[in-house]
């Protein structure tokens, strides 16, 4: 496969009349989409506002509007909603949220709150895990979402739609907004490109959910195509790299995408990154229990965090039924540590959060039986 193959699937009409649903419409389209209602560009700015800060799904909802235009805008608009639909919380304050999509095949993709707390108990961070797409076609062996395949890309309008959803829960529960969102849901973030490139926009914006870009993480399994265009994007969010083995062969065992796109490959993407963006990135490592958790791999490791200014997550895995990677023992994570700080990398461990409910890193999946969507992974 080569990564010109990997540009965005298209995302399917949600809606079965002729109305324009505003959630597909960049902010620039809804602005000329308005003005060419003939309304002065203010309206453009109480619709997006009520869109994506109040997470309105009707425009009787939007009172700073005349009832003469909601009717209007009835008319000729619509407004899909990507909703709650249920939610689990786990013992360490993790809490993990379905949302059903606005789509006749009843899709539905997670979403994770993730609280950190100061030892007094007064929350500290916020963090939000987003999904990007339903599913996702990269096949790493590790990870529940590959393991359903791909069915389709999220609208910018949905990923936007978890984020409200989740500030507001956030804002009534802890009194405060989310502090930082990662892109590391379900689904390969890079391989829906424009709609995640959009939301960023519509939630960094000052009448969305007014998040600093600094705080928001873009992850990837390493698309070296979309990696060199996010540079140029000027987006100010941060780039991850699920990097999780730091060799060719063992990259290629757990994740397909290497076989194509290799670690050479990588590198010189991530360094034109950096030359373009002088932004640090961050890797982030999957430790697997006797798999890639060997004083070599960390070798290699340091070596790969010195491409350019990097910061390493070395994260402890949840086991996922079915998978034969275990979570390391922590005897071999202090070991694996230990070389890591020897050479000076910059590394943390992340002890992944919601475990008891399956929201950790790699465990997130519907496991409604559905069938298997596309994937790089022949079954
Ligand atoms: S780790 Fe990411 S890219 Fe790999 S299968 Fe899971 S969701 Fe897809």
Same mark, same amino acid.
């Given at each position: 496969m080569n990564n010109s193959n990997l540009s965005d699937p298209e995302i399917p009409a949600t809606t079965t009349d002729e109305k324009r649903d505003l959630k597909q419409l960049s902010r620039s389209e809804l602005s000329d989409f308005l003005a060419e209602m003939g309304l002065p560009r203010y309206r453009a700015d109480q619709v997006f506002q009520w869109l994506y800060q109040k997470g309105a799904d009707s425009f009787a909802q939007m009172t700073n509007l005349s009832k003469e235009l909601r009717k209007r805008l009835e008319e000729v608009a619509c407004i899909t909603r990507a909703k709650e639909f249920s939610r689990q919380e786990a013992a360490d304050g993790t809490i993990k949220f379905l949302f059903r999509l606005d789509d006749p095949r009843d899709y539905k993709v997670e979403a994770v709150l993730i609280p950190d707390f100061y030892e007094?108990? #007064? #929350?500290k961070r916020i963090t939000v895990c987003v999904s990007s797409q339903v599913g996702c076609m990269f096949g790493c062996s590790f990870c529940a979402t590959g393991r359903m395949g791909f069915f389709r890309n999220l609208s910018h309008g949905e990923i936007a739609d978890q984020v409200q959803a989740i500030n507001e829960l956030s804002e009534e529960r802890f009194g405060k907004k989310i502090t930082n969102i990662v892109y590391m849901g379900m689904g390969e973030p890079l391989h829906n490109y424009h709609a995640v490139v959009e939301s960023v926009r519509i939630i960094t914006d000052p009448l969305g959910v007014d998040l600093s870009p600094r705080r928001i993480t873009i992850s990837t399994v390493g698309l070296t195509k979309q990696i060199r265009q996010l540079a140029r994007e000027g987006l100010g969010a941060n780039l991850a790299i699920?990097?999780?083995?730091?060799d060719d062969q063992k990259r290629n065992e757990i994740m397909p995408i290497n076989e194509s796109l290799n670690l050479k490959e990588l590198e010189e993407a991530v360094r034109e990154y950096h030359r373009i963006t002088k932004s640090a990135v961050t890797y982030e490592y999957l430790l697997f229990d006797r798999f890639n958790d060997h004083a070599e791999d960390a070798l290699n490791l340091v070596k790969i965090a010195r491409w350019v200014p990097s910061k390493v997550n070395i994260i402890m895995y949840n086991n996922v039924a079915g998978v034969s990677l275990k979570r390391v023992r922590e005897e071999r994570l202090n070991e694996f540590m230990k070389v890591l700080i020897r050479h000076k990398v910059t590394a943390t461990v992340r002890r992944s959060r919601g475990d008891d409910i399956d929201a950790g890193c790699g465990q997130l999946a519907i496991r409604e039986g559905q069938p298997r969507g596309k994937s790089l992974v022949k079954t």
């Open positions: 007094d108990g #007064v #929350v699920s990097l999780h083995a730091a």
